[in-house]
């Protein structure tokens, strides 16, 4: 993760793991392999039965190898998780979301899917979509850094509608607004939903669909973790967030909003808590592997058994990455 592997160096670790049948998961993130690289490890993925996780975020991927592993994984049924985060792609026709779609229809062991940096539109997302319509294996869909906007989360209170699988959803720093996230909320609100975790920093949503998300979440009980920070806060919903803390509805550690009051004011102020906020990096205080800071691997983590579904997240357990988490490649 993050040296100075290019293509030569990922031809020959893809060209290692044909006949591999040990390691579980592999982390590039960074690695400048680019699209020659990426085709080695896309034909990797053709004949390795073993790997389960694949991270080639910022790897300077290109359509042709986006689109490669849509094909691949159509037929690949080891890989659990791959992030294709940030790849250079220079056409508006968002051909690798159409491929990538059309992969979802009948790829029935992907449970990860990171698309963070596609350039990703609403109409790109439609067709997304329409393929989770069919899809139940998928638990985590990362849409984060694109450009998604209320009728892209239209599209997704569908699935959430009636896709009872999917449980972990990004959608941070996008543009959805006060209308996408009303829409959310109609899905959230649902006793079919199974979201969760939602994370919608930085959407531009203001008090009417911030407050609509608070209050779907007092009926129904399922979505345990949302993140907020960075929209149109005010009095309103400062009001509603601080009940659902107080309350216990929404515990400190799953959102990354904590209360604070002045004069009799409340208000609320940044946690440094999220989805991924310590996946790539060491943080200087605390504990490495957070669970507050980590909480999608604490979600998509398989409970032990006669564990109760709380025994991931409890803060008391001892520091280090979970003992179900394959130990990646750095």
Known sequence: MCNDIESAGAEVLAKSLHHNNVLLSLRLTGNKIGNKGAMHFASMLQVNNTLQELDLADCDLTTQSVIAFAIVLASNRSLCSINLSRPLLFSLQEETII???????????????????????????????????????????DLRCNHVTRDGAQCLAKVLKHNGTLEILDLSFNRIEDDGALYLSEAVALPTCSLKALSIPSNNIGKLGLVALATAMKANSTLTHIYIWGNRLDETVYKAFSELLASGRLTPEHSDVSVYEVDGQVFLA????????????????????????NAALALSAPAAPNASPSAALDPTAPEGPPASQPLALS
């Open 99 to 141: 491929h990538i779609s059309r992969m979802l229809v009948v790829n029935h062991s992907l449970r990860e899917l990171h698309l963070g940096k596609m350039g990703m539109t609403d109409t790109g997302l439609e067709r997304l979509t329409e393929a989770l319509q069919t899809n139940y294996s998928l638990r985590y869909l």
């Open 270 to 293: 940044e946690a440094f808590h999220g989805l991924r906020r310590h996946y790539y990096w060491t943080p200087c205080q605390g504990r490495d592997w957070d669970p507050a800071s």
